[in-house]
């Protein structure tokens, strides 16, 4: 009796060991995934773009000649006349490495105007826009409802979020049969009245449930509305993240020039967990010398990138 209840006991303690070391390697294996997150997909490739005044040239040749020498690419040109540009844009690409990232807006009137007649302005010629976009392959058209300027404006209510869901999924689905997308930015509050985070983007866009309407975040804006590079990135997740602005983060120059403060690991370390495979697109004046600023800023964002 006395030999059974010796052997039971030493039973229950290898199981109990082996219990244990079984319980420290399912912690040591979320530990390791949990790390893997933080550090980043080492494998997502960063896709940089500029605004057709980034690059420094008197003409588009020779500012596609310059980006092609720092590696950049994607170019994202404005909106405005776009469809008088296509061939010219066709032209000055063919043979390139270098293709169209987004179109910068470039629309009349705006879509939470009080006047219908100003909120049909934006819809045509968004439209308009949104049909070039689609000749030139470009990953969408951006879009900001409206800026505090423009007024008289819808109240900010249930409502107008309902009407504006509604104007969305029309310019949506008209995107999607040009091949494109529609991209909603949020502004920081001293630019927009409506639309400030990305996270409230991507809400619209997942209450519109169009494949042709998705969001975008800028650094510049997200430091003055977001809590969180990170968590700004991951509240919309790779379902609804389609385009990336970036700048320095206090006087919205070339990434570099305001010092320690543009730091972008966090977020960049948020894209890479998404597998984020669309463009982070320069969008800033230059407060020193370009030919100074603009590869050393490209040489920043680079080096951070690898580091998150």
Not at 131 to 149: D, H, T
């Amino acid at each position: 009796m006395e030999k059974n209840r010796r052997n039971f006991i030493k039973s229950a303690a290898v199981c109990t060991a082996l219990a244990s070391v079984g319980s420290y390697s399912l912690m040591a294996a979320d530990a390791t995934k949990k790390a893997e997150k933080k550090s980043g997909n080492k494998s997502v490739k960063l896709n940089l773009s500029f605004q057709e005044g980034t690059g420094i040239g008197s003409t588009l040749t020779e500012k596609l000649d310059y980006m092609e020498k720092l590696g950049i690419v994607g170019l994202e040109p404005g909106g405005g006349n776009l469809a008088a540009r296509i061939n010219e844009f066709d032209q000055a690409l063919r043979g390139r490495s270098i293709h169209i990232s987004a179109i910068c807006a470039g629309f009349q009137g705006f879509l939470l105007a009080e006047d219908p007649a100003v909120r049909k302005q934006c819809m045509d010629t968004m439209k308009e826009i949104l049909a070039a976009a689609g000749e030139l392959k470009s990953k969408g058209v951006i879009l900001v409802p409206g800026f505090n300027g423009q007024k008289p404006a819808l109240p900010h209510t249930q409502e107008t979020r309902n009407f504006l869901i509604e104007e969305l999924t029309e310019l949506g689905k008209f995107a999607l049969q040009h091949k494109t997308t529609l991209i909603l930015e949020p502004l920081n509050r001293g630019e927009a009245f409506y639309l400030r985070q990305v996270g409230d983007a991507a809400s619209i866009c997942r209450d519109a449930n169009c494949e042709g309407l998705k969001c975008m975040g800028d650094f510049w804006h997200m430091t003055k509305e977001e809590v969180s590079d990170r968590g700004a990135f991951l509240s919309a997740g790779s379902a609804y993240l389609q385009h990336v602005h970036i700048a320095s983060r206090k006087r919205r120059s070339m990434p570099g020039e305001d010092g320690e403060a543009d730091n972008y690991i966090d977020g960049f370390n948020a894209l890479k967990e998404l597998n984020y495979q669309h463009y982070v697109s320069f969008e800033c004046g230059s407060v020193g010398d370009k030919n100074v600023t603009v590869p050393a800023a490209v040489k920043l964002i680079r080096e951070q990138w690898e580091k998150a």
